[in-house]
T-cell receptor, first 109, second 114 residues
Framework: GQNIDQPTEMTATEGAIVQINCTYQ??????LFWYQQHAGEAPTFLSY??LDGLEEKGRFSSFLSRSKGYSYLLLKELQMKDSASYLCAVMDSNYQLIWGAGTKLIIKP | DAMVIQNPRYQVTQFGKPVTLSCSQTLNHNVMYWYQQKSSQAPKLLFH???????NEADTPDNFQSRRPNTSFCFLDIRSPGLGDAAMYLC?????????????FGPGTRLTVL
């Protein structure tokens, strides 16, 4: 079967750095997406990786290793507004998105 | 601004009373999706349309139906809502179906079944 694993919850301090990991087993791979979802709101797109390596976008970076079936989302200079769930999703060989359950990130002052 | 709009934002219905949720988009995207998301769970794909081509997920209950009368609009019909259907329903669009096509989400409709 297809599977996406992420930690359920993480806590970090305002101003710090946090890394949210995602491992996946899917039938085929056509890219990995990270979305941010605030409570009660819709997911919003953060990043897309299809090749190995690090993609940097402001305070957020996303890394991919296809051979290891592994990605992480790195958030720097954490702000209180970064408190949200972060969803990892993999596009499989049928171009369907397989979603993880999300990692709830709690930021403390 | 180009966007995905869902109405209503909150819907309360009674057990067994049909309900229709609507989604419209001004992005002119080819693909529209309906997801069901329950608290602290991954979004679950119910259907998607690639243009007029309807794709039903194998485990989507028959109780759920969808219509896409034109490029801009898509509807989700729940024929006989049960308590287990209470959830957030998310509509999303993407320009095309291939890789790198990010999905743009509407704000969602939160459905309560009494």
């Amino acid at each position: 079967g297809q599977n996406i694993d992420q930690p359920t919850e993480m806590t970090a301090t305002e101003g710090a750095i946090v890394q949210i990991n995602c491992t996946y087993q899917t039938s085929g791979f056509n890219g990995l997406f990270w979305y941010q979802q605030h409570a009660g709101e819709a997911p919003t797109f953060l990043s897309y990786n299809v090749l190995d390596g690090l993609e940097e976008k402001g305070r957020f970076s996303s890394f991919l290793s296809r051979s290891k079936g592994y990605s992480y989302l790195l958030l720097k200079e954490l702000q209180m507004k970064d408190s949200a769930s972060y969803l990892c999703a993999v596009m499989d060989s049928n171009y369907q998105l397989i979603w993880g359950a999300g990692t709830k990130l709690i930021i403390k002052p | 601004d180009a966007m995905v709009i869902q109405n209503p934002r909150y819907q309360v219905t009674q057990f067994g009373k049909p309900v229709t949720l609507s989604c419209s988009q001004t992005l002119n995207h080819n693909v529209m999706y309906w997801y069901q998301q329950k608290s602290s769970q991954a979004p679950k794909l119910l259907f998607h349309y690639y243009d007029k081509d309807f794709n039903n997920e194998a485990d989507t209950p028959d109780n759920f139906q969808s219509r896409r009368p034109n490029t801009s609009f898509c509807f989700l019909d729940i024929r006989s809502p049960g308590l287990g259907d209470a959830a957030m329903y998310l509509c999303a669009t993407s320009r095309d179906r291939g890789s790198s096509n990010e999905q743009f989400f509407g704000p969602g409709t939160r459905l309560t079944v009494l």
